[in-house]
Nanobody, 116 residues
Framework: VQLQASGGGLVQAGESLRLSCEPS????????MGWYRQAPGKQRELVAV???????DYADSVKGRFVISRDMARSTVDLQMDSLKPEDTAVYYC???????????WGQGTQVTVSS
């Protein structure tokens, strides 16, 4: 399985970006899909995840600003990021997992840079 992430870029604080993750398998085959990020010198952290049921979880730092969703037409899992802050600067990784087997997959990462 491959995960193709896209949509990163350089924006100013307060602006928006939308990330997309397109898996090589049907998005509903995975038990959970989501986004993680890793800033320089920091550990990778969860940003937002969506379960097959549609339930979602967010990091406290992005609640109210980021929304994770599924695009059925494009078969992608997207992350709408609004009111971006410089501290959101990181490489964002798409992630997918099969709970039954514990097998998971990572995308290649897309850079998000927010200038102040």
């Amino acid at each position: 399985v491959q995960l193709q992430a896209s949509g990163g870029g350089l924006v100013q604080a307060g602006e928006s970006l939308r990330l997309s993750c397109e898996p090589s398998d049907n998005i509903f085959r995975f038990d959970v899909m989501g986004w993680y990020r890793q800033a320089p010198g920091k550990q990778r952290e969860l940003v937002a995840v969506m379960r097959r049921s549609g339930g979602s979880d967010y990091a406290d730092s992005v609640k109210g600003r980021f929304v994770i969703s599924r695009d059925m037409a494009r078969s992608t899992v997207d992350l709408q990021m609004d009111s971006l802050k410089p501290e959101d600067t990181a490489v964002y990784y798409c992630h997918a997992e099969y709970w039954m087997t514990g097998v998971d997959f990572w995308g290649q990462g897309t850079q998000v840079t927010v200038s102040s």
